[in-house]
């Protein structure tokens, strides 16, 4: 008797990534405005962490992100994350396909990030 692994695939990748989200806040061991938990979603969504680290979370291939909110205003992350070779043409980072809604909120987690 053979067992269909898919649905079983599925449910384990819904709670690997629920773990990453529950390990991302735990470890930064940074304090979160009201508003940020969608931003910090996406944040390991999108896979930043593969590329950037907050606390002791993540890979340091590119800059650390923590205490990003203490060096830049929302506004300044807002337009890095809608365009970052726009704002510093020799960017390495890539243009993410983020909605506006999406931009928002990750800048908004990005920002607290103190």
């Known amino acids: ?30 304090e979160r405005g009201p508003g940020t938990g969608r931003g910090e979603q996406l ?35 807002r337009s890095w994350l809608r365009d970052p070779e726009s704002v510093r043409p020799t960017a390495h980072m890539p243009k993410l396909e983020l909605t506006a809604e999406e931009i928002e909120a990750l800048a908004a987690y990005l920002a607290s990030l103190r």
């Open 1 to 30: 008797m053979e067992m269909d692994m898919k649905p079983l695939v599925g449910r384990g990748a819904a709670l690997v990534a629920a773990l990453l989200v529950v390990t991302a806040t735990s470890l930064s061991g940074q």
């Open 43 to 77: 944040f390991v969504a999108q896979g930043c962490y593969g590329c950037h680290q907050i606390g002791k979370f993540g890979t340091p291939i590119g800059p650390d992100l923590s205490g990003l909110g203490a060096r830049y205003p929302a506004a300044y992350l």
